[in-house]
């Protein structure tokens, strides 16, 4: 089963550009965990909405590749509706920070602001927003104990 996410970055007007992802939207060892590891300045962040709704997000943005021959895809590149399966309207979506962080359609939700990622746990709604190194942080510490 997937656990899908939404990732956003807020613009500079106070809208978010977003886009979805399919697989693995879990902050430690999933979508949170690749964001702040491997999608941490905003270029970086710009060429990943780029790419629009996602399969899967890799560790890299990557090439084109075969969405549908698993044996045959880059396991480190980002999966793309768009780009990779051909499908149309898989393009960013520009929308207002009130409906980014009130669409509780997606488990998790991550916005990239001021340089740094954030993000919102949607099953435990009353969390809050925190940034994704203070999580992981905290589940490392814990692990320790």
Sequence with gaps: MSTNSRIGKLLPDGRVRTITCHWDGYVSGGVGEDLLKYYSD??????????????ALGKEIGEQQN??????????????????????????????????QTNLNW??????????WTFHDTYDRYSGWKTISSALNNINTEDEN
């Design 67 to 100: 969405f549908n021959d698993f044996t045959s895809q880059n396991q480190n590149w980002c999966l793309a509706y768009g780009r990779d399966r051909g499908e149309s309207k898989m393009e960013s979506q520009i929308v207002s920070l009130e409906e980014f």
């Design 107 to 116: 488990p998790y939700l991550y916005l990239f602001k001021e340089g740094e």
């Design 42 to 55: 905003s270029s970086k962040v710009d060429s990943l909405l780029d790419l629009g709704n996602l399969s």
